[in-house]
């Protein structure tokens, strides 16, 4: 089993930025994947940055060039850096897990982004 605690969002003005914090606990030995979700008012959650075990990375093009994804092995803990905020990033993160084997899907609680003009 994997626990997911998301922490780094607040407020910041548009430019800002800001970085997040995914810690996980458990059995982090068979995570092979976490990456970042975002999900605004009304609509569904969507993709932000993944990575793999081997260090891959994956990124929403919305936010290619603004936000890295890295993690930190030692702590058991993947970033989100967020730059160059714009008011549209305004949403809810949740942090993402992925096990194996078997393949398994672990969530966060969110934390609350919200990029002022």
């Known amino acids: 089993q994997v626990q997911l605690v998301e922490s780094g969002g607040g407020l910041v003005q548009a430019g800002g930025s800001l970085r997040l914090s995914c810690a996980a606990s458990?059995?982090?030995?068979?995570?092979?994947?976490m990456g970042w979700y975002c999900q605004a008012p009304g609509k569904q959650r969507e993709l932000v940055a993944t990575i793999t075990s081997g260090g891959s990375t994956n990124y929403a093009d919305s936010v290619k060039g603004r936000f890295t994804i890295s993690r930190d092995n030692a702590k058991n803990t993947v970033y989100l850096q967020m730059n160059s905020l714009k008011p549209e990033d305004t949403a809810v993160y949740y942090c993402?897990?992925?096990?194996?084997?078997?393949?398994?899907?672990?969530w966060g609680q969110g934390t609350q982004v919200t990029v002022s003009s």
């Open positions: 458990g059995s982090i030995y068979r995570i092979y994947a």
């Open positions: 993402n897990a992925n096990t194996r084997f078997p393949k398994n899907e672990y």
